[in-house]
T-cell receptor, first 114, second 114 residues
């Protein structure tokens, strides 16, 4: 069964204090890994898609990386507006009769204090 | 503002009521999804529609009845719900169900069952 585990569950940073969020996954064959940001009272907002080990994507202060077992979301010099819950999801190759639905982790709640 | 609009944003109903959730997407996508998001749990896929045809029902109880009249609109009809059905219900859309494509989410309907 496909599984996604995100750590830590919650993270508090001071403004400017860089850190990383982890997404570990177990899938039969990875087609893609997605990162989303979710603000309170809002739906998830798409950030990145990663397709293969070694790939990296960047957007402002965020950089996502991918290995064969996990993905990291690196946050460089975060600001208070980066506070949100960050969700990771994987899409696996369809096995016979199986589904390519996204499997989500529980998320990491990031708080950046000024 | 996202390209996926959900109404109502909040809904309180008794266990014997019948209500409907509405989702509309303005992204020109062909696939639409219903998810349930409960506290401390990952997003749970409920239903998938591709070109108006249901392609997935993730063992959802029959008290939830989806309807997709066209590729831009998706409904979730609710009847005889249970207290454990209280959650955030999210609608999402993607270009279609093939390939590795990000899903774009609405801001959800917060449902409370009395």
């Amino acid at each position: 069964e496909d599984q996604v585990t995100q750590s830590p569950e919650a993270l508090r940073l001071q403004e400017g204090e860089s850190s990383s969020l982890n997404c570990s996954y177990t899938v039969s064959g990875l087609r893609g890994l997605f990162w989303y940001r979710q603000d309170p009272g809002k739906g998830p907002e798409f950030l990145f898609t990663l397709y293969s080990a070694g790939e990296e994507k960047e957007k402002e202060r965020l950089k996502a990386t991918l290995t064969k077992k996990e993905s990291f979301l690196h946050i460089t010099a975060p600001k208070p507006e980066d506070s949100a819950t960050y969700l990771c999801a994987v899409q696996a190759w369809r096995t016979q009769g199986g589904s390519e639905k996204l499997v989500f982790g529980k998320g990491t709640k990031l708080t950046v204090n000024p | 503002e996202t390209g996926v609009t959900q109404t109502p944003r909040h809904l309180v109903m008794g266990m014997t009521n019948k209500k409907s959730l509405k989702c509309e997407q303005h992204l020109g996508h062909n696939a639409m999804y219903w998810y349930k998001q409960s506290a401390k749990k990952p997003l749970e896929l409920m239903f998938v529609y591709n070109f108006k045809e249901q392609t997935e029902n993730n063992s959802v109880p029959s008290r939830f009845s989806p309807e997709c009249p066209n590729s831009s609109h998706l409904f979730l009809h609710l009847h005889t719900l249970q207290p454990e059905d209280s959650a955030l219900y999210l609608c999402a859309s993607s270009q279609d169900v093939g390939g590795v494509q990000p899903q774009h989410f609405g801001d959800g309907t917060r449902l409370s069952i009395l």
